[in-house]
């Protein structure tokens, strides 16, 4: 495995710098290969490499591997495969009559040497993902992968130095201090997947080069319960979108908003549904993700000591053990505003709960915050759902069910503002990773032939006809 550190980062720049050329005029056949290559390791002969590393990183359940890392890159292949064809081809756009004998096109162009940062939560996907839009698109990239998933970004990299070249990608593996180093340097494009704090970062070190960038960050998404939703059904699906991964998807219900009159029953379900997905014991069940790491296991702890502090209350779960990492499915009502668990991205198994008397309460809370990444309703009142969507701002979002949004590849992917810019999957991923170079092509004596100096009256006739007409 190799390792890059200091001065060496430039010479791997370097070297992609110089082969972007060739790998950008690759066709779309030659592209599609290099897909087929990826799905093929992804699917048949690292699958099962992939599934015992984020059972080693998370004690990740080989299913939801399946799911949620493997799944939703073979699918990402898939789409591109069927569309690249259709995406590299010129796209031709009209021409004004006042240029007449000219045609227009745009030409979607690699971007060049792309540097691409991907977050611990879902490793796999999270990188490849992003990968295959990059490779579509035909640019040299450059993966740096969390330093918190050592045996994810080990098979990862086994994965990349066996597809490719170094001059055409390469993985490179270290703490903060690597990707501090990488940031230095003049990349075509930059896409990031983590934090908005740390996007910021990412966004500062690009704009020393003019650097364009994709940053797909976080933030707190709601979800919210009306009357006359069905409750049962809204219950199971947020726990599904809240707890898959132990709660760490940046896209999970983060927060929910309650019709009050619906506390008791919400609690009840909760509780049923829990022993339901992970037993009564969800420490024993093989369906039950472990959070990543110590530092944000005693983050979440702290968290569940402040609702205790605060005297809130824990309606469900609250329990955790350190040696395992584990934090049990927890539900909490009546957290004080400034608490942590309101104020902070959750990415954990913690559930609060705010209840509300109306739909405009509601969004008034919510537009008190940050544009989240994802908004959730849990609705069968057209005007409900007009009224939140209406008044509201988010990247994504979903009506009677959560997460979905990011496995429809004909759906844009990305976050606005605080929650991210840019965004990915499917064709937007492929433009993300492209410029869309602006062309014209004369082909006979056109209009502005005619208006060159010297300017004469009879051009002066010809320019107040142009400004009436055209």
């Known amino acids: 495995m190799t390792r890059y550190i200091d001065n060496k980062f430039s010479d791997l720049f370097n070297r992609q710098k110089v082969n972007q050329f060739k790998i950008g005029n690759t066709t779309y056949k030659e592209r599609i290969k290099k897909l087929d290559a990826l799905k093929n390791v992804l699917e048949f002969t690292s699958k099962q490499k992939i599934r ?177 939703a069905n409750l049962e059904t809204a219950v199971k699906r947020i726990i599904y979108g809240k707890f898959t991964n132990a709660g760490q998807t940046c896209i999970a219900p983060d927060y929910v908003l309650l019709k009050s009159d619906l506390k008791e029953q919400f609690t009840k379900l909760f509780k049923s549904k829990i022993a339901e997905f992970y037993s009564e014991d969800a420490q024993s069940s093989e369906s039950y993700s472990r ?79 940050e544009k989240p990444l994802a908004l959730y309703i849990y609705s069968k009142s057209k005007k409900n759902i007009d009224f939140i969507m209406n008044n509201t701002r988010a990247g994504s979002g979903c009506v009677n069910h959560n997460l979905l949004q990011f496995l429809n590849h004909n759906l844009p992917f990305g976050g606005s503002n605080n929650s991210g810019i840019g965004k990915s999957h499917g064709f937007y991923g492929f433009e993300a990773f492209s410029n869309r170079r602006a062309m014209m092509k004369q082909h006979t004596i056109g209009a502005t032939d005619l208006l060159m100096p010297p300017y004469t009256n009879f051009k002066q006739k010809l320019i107040d006809l142009t400004l009436k007409w055209f």
């Open 291 to 369: 959070i990543v790491n110590a530092k944000h296991f005693e983050r979440l702890v702290s968290y569940i000591e402040e609702a205790k502090l605060n005297k809130s209350e824990i309606a469900s779960g609250g329990t955790y053990n350190s040696s395992d990492n584990y934090i049990e499915p927890t539900l909490i009502f009546d957290m004080p505003e400034e608490s942590k668990v309101m104020t902070d991205e959750i990415f954990g198994p913690i559930l609060p709960v705010k209840t509300y008397s109306n739909i405009e309460e509601a969004v008034d809370y919510i537009n008190s915050k």
């Open 52 to 228: 015992d590393a984020m059972y080693a990183d998370f004690k990740k359940p080989f299913l939801e591997t399946d799911l949620t890392e493997i799944y939703p890159v073979l699918t990402e292949i898939k789409f591109a495969k069927s569309n690249l064809k259709s995406w590299m081809k010129d796209q031709h756009v009209d021409t004004p009559i006042a240029l007449l004998g000219a045609s227009s096109y745009i030409k979607y162009e690699p971007k060049g040497v792309c540097l691409l940062i991907s977050p611990w939560n879902f490793p796999i996907n999270l990188t490849f993902g992003p990968l295959v839009s990059a490779i579509a698109a035909g640019n040299t990239v450059v993966i740096k992968p969390s330093e918190m998933t050592p045996n994810a970004s080990r098979v990862m990299a086994d994965i990349v130095k066996e597809l490719f070249n170094e001059d055409e990608i390469a993985l490179v593996e270290g703490e903060v201090e690597v990707s501090t180093e990488l940031l230095k340097l003049p990349f075509n494009h930059i896409f990031f997947t983590g934090s908005p704090q740390v996007g910021k970062i990412v966004m500062k070190a690009a704009s020393e080069h003019l650097t364009s960038v994709t940053l797909e960050l976080g933030g707190k998404s709601p979800t919210i319960i009306d009357n006359s």
